[in-house]
Structures are given as C-alpha cells and as structure tokens.
C-alpha cells in the first residue's frame, strides 16, 4: 500500500495504491469506506481552501 499526492493550484490528488486483494477492503461495503475517506479529506481541505480528489489504484 502507498499514499501519494500531488498538489496543484487550489487542488490536491491523492493516489492510494493498494494490492489487489486489498482492494475491497479498502473501497468497503457499497463504497463506505472508499466515501468515509473521503468525506475527512474534503473537511481537512475546505479548512484550507483546497479541493480533494481521491483514486483508489490497484
């Protein structure tokens, strides 16, 4: 598994790379987790005026 981000102007990519066979516990059931994730970055982001982009990669 690795995190890496990219910044630029007023937005922020982060790329989560997991392994395939964690792919599904990461995106959870119905997506929940994958949103949950998320929904933290984007409220750290707006605190600092950023928008958030999440990929989930395998």
Known sequence: ???E???KDNR????WKVGEDDV???I???GRAAQA???LLVAVAVKE???VIVEIAD
């Open 37 to 39: 994730i998320r929904t």
């Open 28 to 30: 959870g059931r119905g």
């Open 5 to 7: 981000h990219e910044e």
């Open 12 to 15: 922020v990519v982060f790329r």
């Open 49 to 51: 005026g950023k928008r």
């Open 1 to 3: 598994m690795a995190l």
């Open 24 to 26: 599904g516990k990461v």
